[in-house]
């Protein structure tokens, strides 16, 4: 059974960093691809970080150079390192995989970590 279990979320303020992780289990090959998602109140759902299984990053203009997505394979474990925080990266942010290599379909997901940027 597939399971994917967020932690790191918190209230920082304007310009502060977080780290979320997320442990994944259950997955038969450790080197799938995985990704972050958020989604602010009122908004769509945005995906803001992918790694493959390759090792391949992909970033949202809105993250990038200021998030950086990893991935300890050993642990089946992904994180985001979330640096130069602003109010408008607040959100539910949510871990998401696909079991294969390549980034085709998030099929599993995790319940979500809170994420609140004050200005």
């Known amino acids: 059974q597939v399971q994917l279990v967020e932690s790191g979320g918190g209230s920082v303020q304007d310009g502060g960093s977080l780290r979320l992780s997320c442990a994944a289990s259950g997955f038969r090959d450790s080197r799938h691809c995985m990704g972050w998602f958020r989604q602010a109140p009122g908004k769509e759902r945005e995906g803001i970080a992918t790694?493959?299984?390759?090792?391949?990053?992909k970033y949202a203009d809105s993250v990038k150079g200021r998030f950086t997505i990893s991935k300890d394979t050993a642990k089946d474990t992904l994180y985001v390192q979330m640096n130069s925080l602003k109010a408008e990266d607040t959100a539910m942010y949510y871990c998401?995989?696909?079991?294969?290599?390549?980034?085709?379909?998030?099929?599993?997901w995790g319940q979500g970590t809170q994420v609140t940027v004050s200005s």
């Open positions: 998401a995989a696909d079991a294969g290599w390549v980034c085709l379909e998030f099929n599993y």
């Open positions: 790694i493959d299984g390759y090792g391949r990053t």
